[in-house]
């Protein structure tokens, strides 16, 4: 098992859209958009180097995942007010961002994860 902690703020996996479109001969197409945070690459690079600092390697078979995302509490929300952070990101993008960034160092495809235990929370 390999434990990393990469500090500052987390960046969500972007979302991707489709729609259909009209050519111009009379059948339709799809168009595929990708939004993204421009600080995404940047984020996974540092979640790749924190694995291959901390001696991870590339692991051949299935892979079981545990991640925390921890989040400063706004000092405008109380522990009572919002005792669970329930806002923006949704974690499934966040946890995507991780899967997606481990590619190529802890496994060749993220297909081979077969359990993930992910959780957001503030760190007061």
Known sequence: MTDIEVLGKPITEGS???FAVKRKNGKYGAV???QSSADLQ???MRIAEAYVNA???KI???VAIMMQFRFLRPKSVSVKKRPHHTVKGDLDKYVRAVGDALTGYAYDDDAQIV???AMKRYCD
Do not use: M
């Open 42 to 44: 940047g984020w996974r």
């Open 60 to 62: 051949d078979g299935a």
């Open 115 to 117: 359990h993930i235990s």
């Open 16 to 18: 991707t859209s489709a």
């Open 32 to 34: 595929v958009t990708h």
């Open 55 to 57: 001696g991870g390697t």
